[in-house]
């Protein structure tokens, strides 16, 4: 099994050829931007890169609004009902 160092060198390697051959990959850019801000603790390098995924990743824009949107509004359906009905007591 790989080291936790080896495994975060190899993704970096794979991203950085990725970027090389296309700018635009959302995925590579995401996977720099953790490897820099959790492996490395580059907060500013990773904040760069992160800024460069959410702009080039449209698909990974729309994925995040699916997952967001059915949680929009839970509180609201987490309230009492307002109806007329009244709850038993115990």
Known sequence: ?????????????????ALEIDDKLGD???TLA???TWNEW????????????WSSARILRQLIRDMVEP?????DS?????SNET???P
Request: no cysteine; glycine share 6%.
């Open 71 to 75: 949680h929009n509004g839970l509180e």
């Open 34 to 36: 953790l490897i820099l």
């Open 42 to 53: 580059n907060w500013p390098a990773g904040e760069a890169e992160f800024k460069r995924a």
């Open 1 to 17: 099994m790989a080291s936790p160092a080896e495994s975060y060198g190899k993704a970096k390697v794979a991203a950085t050829k």
């Open 87 to 89: 709850s038993p007591r």
């Open 28 to 30: 590579a850019h995401a």
């Open 78 to 82: 987490m309230k009492p009902s307002q």
